[in-house]
């Protein structure tokens, strides 16, 4: 999914006030973690991962495979966490983070 820089930027401010739905431990990405990140966009369609501790590049690499696992858009990512999106046209909008922030 192709963003515009003010749609990433809005999604960022967004993300800036969730709080981490998923956290990975030192097993890493567990088909358990996979299923809960896959459910978790499903209803709020933009979540806050917190990543494992390890280098830049070892995040990176691990932020870039959870977006992929999940067909979801990595939009941002710095230190620890992560932040996904993957749009639901049939979200609730009691649940979705996009409905409940926007302007």
């Known amino acids: 999914m192709e963003l515009d820089n003010a749609t990433i930027k809005r999604l960022r401010g ?3 006030e969730l ?3 998923v ?3 030192n097993k890493g990405v567990t088909p358990t973690i ?3 990140i896959d459910r978790a966009l499903s209803d709020h369609e933009l979540i806050k991962v917190k990543l494992p501790a ?3 590049e070892e995040r990176d690499v691990i932020g870039a495979e959870l977006a992929a696992a ?3 858009t990595l939009i941002h990512s710095i230190g ?4 996904l999106l993957r749009k639901n046209p049939h979200a609730n909008p009691k649940l979705s983070n996009l409905a409940r922030h926007a302007q």
């Open 80 to 83: 620890r966490m992560a932040l």
């Open 23 to 25: 956290m990975i431990g």
């Open 34 to 36: 996979a299923e809960e």
């Open 54 to 56: 390890g280098t830049k």
């Open 70 to 72: 999940a067909n979801a």
């Open 14 to 16: 967004i993300g800036h």
């Open 19 to 21: 709080k981490p739905i």
